[in-house]
């Protein structure tokens, strides 16, 4: 599953191509990765203008002028790939970025009255792109469901520690994963910020002080934003809107570095488990809470 970042460099590229351009056709393979109706196609798709492009959450919305909106989920393995006066690949980071398309991978073909395309591939078939009257974006149950923008700019450490104590006889990084108390944080994301505050990730949520949340808080909008910076993550399944893999790993201070030293102290960041996940931390700057039985 992409991460906020990962899904925020596809919404930067796309958005310096797309506004503007004029639906002419679309083609699809499957109905379950483009569940419309087609008088619906015909009327609100079809000869439609783009708006805008955005994201919320780890989802893209394409905004139309026909007061509708392309959801699009791009799930594991998905990829939005422009071919036009300029050549633009973002997702799963397999051939097909580079390759002649449509092929065996793409579920969705968008054509654009300049003579451009936009390919939605999914080798997965988990993916999907919606078309959804603008109004009604909104009630669906994922975003009915999924909380606040971290990045957001009225979005506060204030609010930040009121929505983590929604939870509070939970451990923090399963807190910081829960999509419904803050949208679009993943498992990098998590431990970095959780290294970068001095936080064990197995630290029950009450227990956290005021100014430690602060400090994860400020150390989360860090990450977030050095990795959106960075084109994203490097981690599997995502390139940036240029079809380049995201570098932010190689600037990763404790995530998939087990066995080498903490950039902080020098003491050999280790490989655990928390909230179901594979986590990184370092011993020595995130001690274990006090009462707290070692992780297995």
Excluded at 8 to 23: A, Q, W
Excluded at 35 to 64: C, F, H, T, W, Y
Excluded at 90 to 102: M, Q, T, V, W
């Amino acid at each position: 599953m992409p991460e906020l970042p990962e899904v925020e460099t596809v919404k930067r590229g796309l958005s310096k191509l797309l506004p503007g351009l004029k639906i002419t056709a679309v083609t699809h393979d499957t109905p379950k990765s483009f569940p419309n109706a087609e008088d619906d196609v015909q009327q609100s798709l079809i000869g439609a203008k783009i708006m805008e492009v955005k994201r919320r959450a780890k989802v893209l919305l394409i905004e139309l002028d026909t007061k509708h909106s392309l959801v699009i989920h791009l799930k594991m393995t998905g990829q939005m790939v422009f071919r036009g006066e300029q050549n633009f690949g973002a997702g799963h980071p397999n051939d097909s970025l580079i390759g002649e398309l449509p092929d065996k991978s793409t579920r969705v073909t968008f054509e654009f009255n300049n003579g451009a395309k936009l390919f939605f591939n999914d080798q997965r078939k988990f993916g999907w792109a919606r078309l959804i009257p603008t109004a009604e974006v909104p009630n669906i149950d994922f975003f009915k469901k999924v909380g606040p923008e971290p990045l957001s700019e009225a979005f506060t450490a204030k609010d930040f520690r009121e929505r983590l104590l929604k939870r509070p006889g939970s451990n923090i990084k399963a807190v910081l994963l829960d999509q419904t108390i803050v949208a679009g944080v993943g498992n990098i994301y998590a431990d970095e910020s959780l290294w970068g505050a001095k936080i064990h990730p197995t630290t029950l949520v009450k227990n956290l002080s005021v100014k430690q949340t602060n400090k994860l808080f400020e150390e989360l909008q860090y990450v977030l934003n050095l990795a959106i910076e960075k084109g994203g993550s490097s981690d599997k399944n995502y390139v940036n809107a240029e079809g380049k893999r995201g570098s932010y790993l190689s600037f990763a201070r404790v995530f998939r570095r087990e066995g080498k030293d903490c950039p902080r102290c020098g003491t050999e960041i280790i490989k655990t488990r928390a909230a179901g996940r594979g986590t990184h931390l370092c011993p020595h700057c995130q001690p274990l809470p006090k009462n707290t039985k070692p992780v297995a």
